[in-house]
């Protein structure tokens, strides 16, 4: 009979090479249930279990939101890709954005929805890659920048304009985020505004764009830049209270997020795999009731094919400011 203390000894040398390799991975449910059959329920030999993962889909996401948000969006995912694809899809949180690029660098995490900088930063270091899709809204992404609503700070009609926030205490997103870090900077540099120009010599880092919000209409900060759809949700939602926090400008459009895969899935799961994933994608639709929750949680009316070659400025503009080496 085995132990407590034999069946936990032998569960850890079996888990996941996302987790030995300390990524922090928490791995929820697989979309498809395991069978309910006794038999189900019987550990499985090392090689055995690894065979099995092998036929696993995981796939993740850049935590830009809420935990909760993201876990209700990419559980629906898994779930429709399942379906469509007949395949074990699961969903495998990650904690920050360098996280998601060095498990798909590793090969823990097959499909991941990355922002334009961090899906260059993936295909740079994964060679052979391949970039699937991306929503409608993503050809021509656009930041916000808000400010507290005592700050002093007034809307802006074009770049220049930020030059006012000198000396304001002002805060991105996270490090690696495309339009809450990334394209803001690069806007910033425009208007000849460095870093060293904010209150105290530097700016701050929020983590996501939900935090952002908070911050600056809290007054922890006087202004920041967020990703403009998560900006109208939070007006939508009442997260976001125009008396205490406000827009004063919209940058010019740029590329942005989007889903990219491992590039030896057909070899996993069968000639001509990552096409079918690809359409898949593409075929999501309002009028599907499960695939409608999925694009109004992703806030757009459908996928569209993305080329490496979209996200060129993107890459050069990370150089420039030393994110991409």
């Known amino acids: 009979m085995t132990t407590p203390k034999s069946l936990f000894a ?61 876990n209700r969006l990419y559980g629906l995912v898994a779930n429709e890709l399942s379906k ?26 097959d499909l991941v929805w990355f922002g334009g900088l961090t899906g260059v930063q993936a295909r740079l270091q994964k060679p052979g890659a391949r970039v699937l899709a991306q929503r409608d809204i993503d050809a021509s992404f656009h930041t916000i920048f808000i400010a507290n609503a005592r700050s002093g ?27 809450g870090r990334l394209m803001p900077q690069y806007f910033l540099s425009q208007a000849g505004v460095k870093l060293n120009d904010f209150a105290g010599g530097a700016p701050g880092f929020s983590g996501s764009h939900d935090a952002t919000i908070a911050l600056v209409q809290s007054g922890a900060y006087d202004a920041g830049a967020v990703n403009e759809q998560v900006w109208r949700a939070s007006l939508h939602d009442g ?9 004063i400008w919209k940058t010019p459009g740029y590329p942005d997020y989007h889903w990219i895969a491992q590039g030896n899935l057909d070899k996993r799961f069968g000639a001509g795999f990552t096409n079918r994933l690809q359409n898949a994608i593409l075929s999501w639709r309002p009028q599907d009731p499960e695939q409608k929750q999925i694009l109004s949680l992703f806030g757009a009316q459908q996928f569209t094919t993305a080329t490496p070659a979209a996200y060129t400025r993107i890459e050069q503009v990370g150089r420039q400011i030393g994110k991409i080496r």
Do not use: C, H
């Not at 899809?89 to 954005?97: A, G, I, L, S």
């Open 10 to 70: 032998l569960l850890r040398r079996e888990r996941p090479a996302a987790v030995l390799a300390g990524l922090s991975l928490a791995v929820l449910p697989a979309a498809i249930p395991l069978a309910s059959t006794p038999a189900a329920l019987q550990l499985l030999p090392a090689a055995q279990a690894q065979s099995q993962n092998s036929r696993v889909l995981r796939i993740s996401a850049i935590p830009d939101q809420k935990p909760e948000k993201l």
């Open 84 to 109: 469509q694809l007949k395949v074990q899809v699961r969903y495998v949180p990650v904690t920050d954005y360098g996280a998601a690029v060095s498990a798909f660098r590793t090969g823990d995490l």
């Open 153 to 179: 700070i007034k809307p802006i009609t074009s770049v220049q304009g930020l030059n006012q926030l000198k000396g304001k205490r002002f805060t991105f997103g996270s490090e690696s985020s495309t339009s």
């Open 239 to 247: 997260k976001a209270n125009r008396n205490k926090v406000m827009a």
